[in-house]
């Protein structure tokens, strides 16, 4: 590391080679010093894969580490610790910073600490490198750099759209489950901050699946109207006759039911994989308008509408998934007749009435 002449105004030479330049002299010369030390040695690391954070999230790299028998071990809490960046990652897929400033090609980082060094990798799959060297304190670089390589994946983000006929009302409660089922056409729609990010056809099974997604807070929606990547989410629609009947994330001990029945499902943080976004949908009943011409009745005259007493209509409805409209189904009365009192079970009837387990003759 140096050579020098130790005498009365003698200086060191400029250059170190391990050779000390001396002029013929009739007097003793003593005090040729030598100065050698032992290079530092910078170790390569590979870090396990991670989920790319997206956004302008920046990630930590793992301490780097290195030895020095006169310095000693590379770290945080030795002051003598000094690297230089040798090489920087591609730009396509990342950018390396210490102390949140981006750092430069050769750049020397003086008393490194390990919390400050962070990458911020591009969006999507990517694989980072860089090359780092220890410097000791005599200004001497490790032989060789070391390469540091920092593997980012991606999360894929799917579930189901299910035909679920007993909606939220099923055990255990709040459960969407069914039959998979795409209503004759409707589009799942993946975005944040309401803004849209992907969008995709429901398969005629049901299934949906965003892939290579870097990880972050997400929500789906599924509707039939346009959906434009870059703009606001539309509406939720479904196809004629179908409305949603519930959404839940995860399996059915796993809590996730946003209990708000809108066709929207607010996914959350994801760090992996998410497979079981779940959305339930049903087609609604049709009650079926009936009538009949009665003979004006003497006053205090009941009529049941059950067909068992003259003509009357007996109330009618069908639902794809219930079927008819038979004992022990629920109704609702929406109005009342006018002229006359409408009773069930011997008790008047109020309007917006719900019948739960109906029985026709009553």
């Known amino acids: 590391v140096g050579e020098v002449i130790a005498r009365v105004n003698a200086a060191s030479q400029s250059s170190a080679f391990g050779q000390i330049e001396l002029t013929t002299s009739t007097t003793t010369i003593n005090n040729q010093n030598f100065a050698i030390n032992h290079l530092p040695t910078a170790n390569?690391?590979?870090?396990a894969s991670q989920v790319n954070p997206g956004g302008s999230i920046k990630v930590t790299v793992p301490a780097l580490t290195g030895s020095d028998p006169e310095d000693g071990d590379l770290s945080g809490t030795n002051l003598k610790s000094k690297i230089m960046i040798n090489t920087l990652p591609g730009t396509a897929t990342g950018v390396l910073y210490y102390n949140d400033i981006a750092v430069t090609v050769g750049q020397v980082i003086?008393?490194?600490?390990?919390?400050?060094?962070?990458?911020?990798?591009?969006?999507?799959?990517?694989?980072?490198?860089?090359?780092?060297?220890?410097?000791?304190?005599?200004?001497?670089?490790?032989?060789?750099?070391?390469?540091?390589?920092?593997?980012?994946?991606?999360v894929n983000i799917g579930g189901i759209v299910l035909l679920d006929a007993n909606g939220l009302m099923g055990s255990p409660a709040n459960t969407v489950d069914g039959t998979g089922t795409n209503a004759g056409g409707i589009n799942a729609v993946l975005y944040a901050n309401n803004t849209v990010l992907a969008v995709q056809p429901v398969t005629n099974?049901?299934?949906?699946?965003?892939?290579?997604?870097?990880?972050?807070?997400?929500?789906?929606?599924?509707?039939?109207?346009?959906?434009?990547?870059?703009?606001?989410?539309?509406?939720?629609?479904?196809?004629?006759?179908w409305v949603s009947t519930g959404e839940f994330v995860g399996g059915i001990s796993t809590p996730g039911n946003d209990l708000t029945v809108d066709g929207k499902l607010e996914i959350g943080l994801v760090t992996g994989n998410v497979n079981n976004a779940k959305f339930g949908i049903e087609r609604l009943p049709t009650a079926i308008a009936v009538s009949t011409t009665v003979p004006v009745p003497v006053a205090g005259t009941l009529f049941t509408l059950s067909g068992s007493t003259g003509n009357q209509p007996i109330p009618t409805a069908i639902d794809p998934e219930d079927g008819a409209l038979a004992a022990g189904k629920t109704i609702v009365i929406v109005t009342l007749p006018t002229n006359t009192n409408l009773l069930y079970n011997g008790t008047p009837v109020t309007a917006g009435q719900v019948i739960p387990n109906f029985v026709p003759a009553q």
């Open 44 to 47: 390569a690391l590979t870090v």
């Open 110 to 154: 003086p008393a490194y600490n390990p919390a400050l060094l962070k990458v911020d990798p591009a969006t999507g799959p990517q694989v980072m490198t860089f090359s780092f060297s220890q410097i000791d304190s005599a200004g001497k670089m490790s032989a060789f750099p070391a390469l540091v390589t920092l593997p980012f994946t991606t």
């Open 205 to 241: 099974n049901g299934l949906f699946n965003f892939t290579d997604r870097d990880g972050g807070n997400y929500s789906v929606m599924i509707t039939t109207n346009t959906a434009t990547v870059g703009q606001p989410i539309p509406a939720v629609s479904l196809p004629n006759g």
